[in-house]
């Protein structure tokens, strides 16, 4: 599709053209969810056209990105630390396990905080052996009884470590709960829960460890648990959609009137072009959401969305953890600009 139909309806348009170059391609493709050509074939030939801008114009492309954006912002990561759901074949529920290094003032300093605690997780397990090689995102695959064991070893570690939780490193979770979703109900531990105890469990978690962003904490379809969870722990932590939102600023819209979510992961795989994932950015902000942008978890080398989360301001980046090369191409990359930038570089986070 790239070499044929795309190829054939691009060819001689003027690569500074963005918007054109996608709206073009979501034409040729002629779905609502480019299930003809492909999202894989879109996003790449998108990615390409802006790249080649950027260098038409002598800039990298962080930089090129900020003169129709923002300021740039290095990201704060926020890295799993132990995988579990299906990026662990459901060892543990909860999909990501992860730490936000909230008390770095340069991205070399959050880094290195997430490679002492992530070593400190690893020799945990050992001690206990729970340690199971590694998930496809690069965290520790572990062996736990339980996602409370997950969350106890994920604040042992960061106090192994000599950090304070919450404090100098604060968690995360995915909970990725469409997947956990059995008809009207939740499947958590062996026991099926409704929405609301679903919420009541999370709440209890985001009380007795140091918690600030929970991804994806009910089903893709369960817009009132969304929206009961939003009001219950929104004014404290991030609640973000991926599988909810999947980068729509149509759905961003939609849910941030009845005030489901404040936070949204943007996926450029997700929506299929740069013009589209940029409309969801822009979405995010006119709602006043926080918004992470993010790998996938089938990912490459490609190091694009490093520059995206830069050069639009976004201020939060998630690739996975800090193993994998196609993980690692990432974190490096925000690293190498980080030093271009020098003094000036300013380190995102979370807002709390």
């Known amino acids: 599709h790239v070499n044929t139909e795309i190829a054939s ?99 070399a300093e959050a880094m290195s905080m997430t490679a002492t605690v992530y070593q400190a997780a690893g020799s945990i397990m050992r001690d206990r052996g729970r340690l199971h090689g590694v998930a496809d995102e690069g965290g520790w695959w572990p062996a736990f009884e339980s996602n409370a064991e997950a969350l106890d070893t994920l604040v042992e570690a960061i106090e192994r470590a000599e950090f ?16 956990l979703r059995r008809g009207a109900k939740y499947h958590l531990e062996g026991a099926d829960l409704e929405s609301e105890q679903l919420i009541e469990l999370l709440i209890g978690w985001c009380s007795r460890y140091p918690i600030i962003s929970i991804e994806d904490p009910l089903a893709e379809d369960d817009h009132e648990g969304m929206r009961s969870i939003t009001a219950k722990l929104g004014g404290r932590i991030q609640i973000i959609g991926d599988d909810y939102l999947v980068t729509s600023a149509d759905r961003i819209n939609a849910a941030s009137s009845p005030g489901a979510c404040n936070a949204v992961l943007i996926k450029p795989n997700q929506v299929g072009t740069i013009t589209e994932t940029l409309a969801a950015v822009t979405a995010a902000r006119a709602a006043g959401w926080s918004a992470i942008v993010s790998a996938r978890s089938g990912e490459t080398e490609d190091v694009t969305i490093a520059h995206l989360a830069v050069g639009w301001g976004v201020g939060q980046l998630k690739v996975g953890s800090i193993t994998r090369s196609e993980r690692t191409a990432k974190w490096n990359e925000v690293l190498r600009i980080e030093e271009a930038l020098g003094p000036s570089a300013k380190l995102g986070g979370v807002r709390r």
């Open 164 to 179: 304070r939780p919450g404090i100098d490193v604060a968690m995360a979770i995915d909970v990725a709960a469409s997947q």
């Open 9 to 107: 309806a691009l060819r001689g348009m003027p690569i500074a053209d963005q918007a054109t170059i996608d709206r073009r391609m979501i034409e040729v493709d002629g779905t609502p969810d480019k299930s003809r050509l492909g999202a894989n074939a879109t996003v790449a030939v998108s990615m390409a056209a802006l790249h080649a801008a950027a260098a038409s114009s002598g800039e990298p492309l962080w930089r090129y990105l900020t003169h129709a954006s923002h300021a740039p912002i290095i990201p704060m990561p926020m890295i799993q630390i132990f995988g579990g759901g299906a990026h662990a074949g459901f060892r543990i529920d909860i999909q990501d396990f992860l730490i936000i290094p909230v008390g770095a003032s340069t991205f």
